[in-house]
């Protein structure tokens, strides 16, 4: 980093400590401090604006002169050009500092971790309802669900930016993005939860928040534990990976987005040619008689139990795992599975699906684990997801992830 850009930062982050900027919105085309709007930022313009701030009559904003520090510094002085998941280009000036997130639980947690809290000004129904995020957003009001947000709620918010889900086949946000681009406010959709554009979506976040160093040891955290998954399992063998099936939320199912994690964790995909949630028969799964069983749960009504993971008390928080032992012994006990070579062998697990959206290496560890348990007596996913919540959240961990657990 250059030291004057470095300087100049500091200078700005010293002026008049602790007030908190209230945003100005993206809708604002144009560098903040851009003296002769040639959309290039340099040591002058920045100095200068920073000087006849201090001497008290500069023309600029307090906001504007710390983001012009930190476009400087951080993005060399341009404006962030990207592209989202969904492939829309969109161009930004300044850090935002009021975002409204409809991705769930998922993207205030991130957000969260990247030291962006301050800048969440609203969130969708669910995302309440998860006790991680609960000291950072209790207060804040919510846009409705994250499947279908209100358009209206999300503008009488005065965003500068909207956040939200980017997977393919997630929730069609046109409409919104019509309604906010039309106020020049962007919607960006990132797939943070998925290893293979980690790296590049939290880079893109980061940016959009101005918290970069943060995003980078984020993005150092996810690659130490992927690339220790990685060396472990390197030397296996076709016949040292055992078949696996990986069953999706839904009873019965196969084939989401998880099942990409039996290859990078030392498995074989026992129905390695379905490459999207597809139903198979219990009989199908009996013949093909997988050495390892992975049963997806996630936080819902245990009454659902005879058609998908449902366990109401688990993931963040959970202490009493009745409902997990529950939903365990129904998949145990299923008609004709006590043929199958991991129900005989006790090789049938439970994982909940936040370990992605919580971060995705939690999820690594853990199914490399349940796989490969002689590979990884000295970590779980437990254990990662402790050290997680500790250093990006300064939250102690409690709660069930997995069964059996983890230790």
Known sequence: MNCMRKILLILCLLIVPGIVATGTAMATVGLPCDANSDGKLT?????????????????????????????LTYWGGTAYTFKDRKNITTTIYRPAKRIVDVEGAYGPQTLVALGAADKIV??????????????????????????????????????????????????????????LKAIGVPLIQ????????????????????????NASKLIAFQDYYENLVAD????????????VFMETLTNFMTGDSSAAYIDSCGGNNVFSEVTKSTAVS??????RNPKVIIKKMYKGDDSRQDQSG????SAFGATNDTGV???????????????????KNGRVYLIHS?????????????????????????????????????????????????YPMQT
């Open 310 to 313: 449902a366990v109401s008390n």
């Open 232 to 243: 472990r399992i390197k030397g296996l063998n076709d016949s040292q990976r055992p078949m």
């Open 282 to 287: 219990s009989e199908e799964i009996i013949k």
């Open 354 to 402: 936040d370990t992605t959206s919580v971060h995705p290496c939690a999820n690594t560890v853990y199914v490399a684990k349940m796989i490969h348990p002689e590979l990884f007596k000295d970590i779980s996913g437990d254990e990662v997801l402790r050290q997680w919540y500790k250093e990006f959240m300064n939250v102690d961990f409690t709660g069930i992830y997995a």
């Open 325 to 343: 032992k529950a939903l365990y012994k129904k998949v145990m006990a299923r008609s004709g599975w006590d043929q199958i070579d991991a129900v």
């Open 43 to 71: 040591n002058g313009e920045v100095s200068s604006a920073v000087i006849s701030y201090m001497k008290g009559n500069a023309s600029a904003k307090l906001d504007d002169v710390r983001d012009a520090a930190h476009v």
């Open 190 to 213: 990132l797939d943070c939860y998925k290893p293979e554009y980690y790296t590049e979506d939290i880079t893109i976040l980061g940016k959009i928040v101005g918290e970069e160093e």
């Open 122 to 179: 609203g969130i969708t129904d669910y995302a309440l309802t998860q006790a991680d995020l609960s000291p950072f957003i209790k207060n804040l009001p919510s846009v409705g669900n994250w499947q279908t947000p209100d358009g209206e709620k999300i503008m009488a918010l005065n965003p500068d930016l909207v956040h939200g889900y980017g997977y393919a086949g997630s929730p069609d946000l046109s409409s919104q993005q019509k309604a």
